[in-house]
């Protein structure tokens, strides 16, 4: 990859590792339905000035649903009732292992040696961190939630599995059409029309400022540089950087909430992160031919 490429990798999962710290600030200006609507509609305004993605209404509606209504919904409830910025970005990255589960069961996909083995050690880093649900901030609910979250955003990616290649900034603003409604929805039906307006009507500068990280620098520009840098690079190349959302996640939560996590916390997400490496790295193969001498 170009050094600017490499640049524009890093910057993007930078501004989605700090997301998961604003989405906590958002929190506290908006209830988490409500601010998981206020996410998507400025973005769905991008919709009519980009091409409609090749795919289906079907898929299209599917995708919405599971990776922007229910993924987002679960995993701000999640972050609002009990699960720490920091902790909630690497045990939302389970999601790359229940993939592997789903695309086995549904699409018929037979794991791999690697696949199954850093799954197995995921898993592992998983159960510790269940283990100290009740303690340090984190409720067993805001646990399931946003493993919930991490389910529904597998869902999402065995939707795109039959999908045509797309251009991700196009893609998402299409998508952003259909959260929105459902999502007020659900907030009016669940979190009432008082808080609602006392939110609406009592903004402030961070909450404000919450919303348009979300919007600008999460959304618009992360999926614009990541699609950037898929339609230049081959997947392989580019998806090992996601790797370094959860890290930019915890660091952050660290810098900014003075977030702590224990010795077992501490093992846990290591074991996550050590899972996601070893699926997501790119393999060596063993007695490979060296290139010719010239």
């Known amino acids: 990859m170009k050094p600017k490429d490499i640049l524009l990798a890093l ?3 930078a501004l989605w590792g700090g997301n998961f710290v604003v989405i906590r600030v958002g929190l506290d200006s908006f209830p988490p339905l409500l601010l998981a609507a206020l996410r998507f509609v400025p973005v769905a305004m991008l919709a009519p000035f980009l091409p409609r993605p090749d795919m289906s209404w079907k898929r299209l509606v599917s995708l919405g649903l599971a990776w922007f209504v229910a993924q ?39 794991p791999g040696l690697r696949q199954v083995a850093g799954s197995l050690v995921a898993l592992a880093g998983l159960g510790l961190i ?19 979250a991490a389910m529904f955003w597998s869902m999402g990616n065995i939707l795109m599995r ?36 006392q939110a609406l009507t009592h903004l402030n500068v961070y909450g404000v400022g919450a919303v348009l990280y979300l919007t600008v620098f999460a959304t618009i520009i992360g999926y614009g540089g990541w ?33 702590t996590f224990g010795p077992r916390r501490m093992a846990g997400m290591a074991l996550i992160l050590a899972g996601l490496a070893v699926v ?7 007695g490979a031919a060296k290139p010719a001498k010239q």
């Open 227 to 259: 699609g950037k840098l898929l339609n230049t690079y081959p997947a392989g190349t580019v998806a090992p950087f996601s790797l370094l959302i959860p890290v930019f996640g915890a660091v952050c939560a660290r810098l900014a909430m003075g977030e």
């Open 72 to 110: 987002f919904s679960l995993l701000f409830l999640g972050m609002a009732v009990g699960m720490p910025p920091g902790l909630a970005s690497v045990v939302l990255q389970f999601q790359a292992f229940i993939t592997i589960a789903v695309a086995a069961l549904v699409l018929g996909e037979k």
């Open 130 to 148: 269940g283990l100290t649900a009740g303690s340090g901030g984190v409720t067993l609910a805001g646990f399931l939630l946003i493993l919930g």
């Open 11 to 13: 910057v993007v999962v």
């Open 162 to 197: 039959g999908a045509k290649k797309v251009d991700m900034l196009g893609l998402i603003a299409w998508l952003s059409l259909i959260p929105p409604l459902p999502l007020l929805g659900l907030s009016w039906a669940f979190e009432g029309q008082e808080r609602i307006v």
């Open 280 to 286: 997501a790295l790119p393999g060596f193969k063993r």
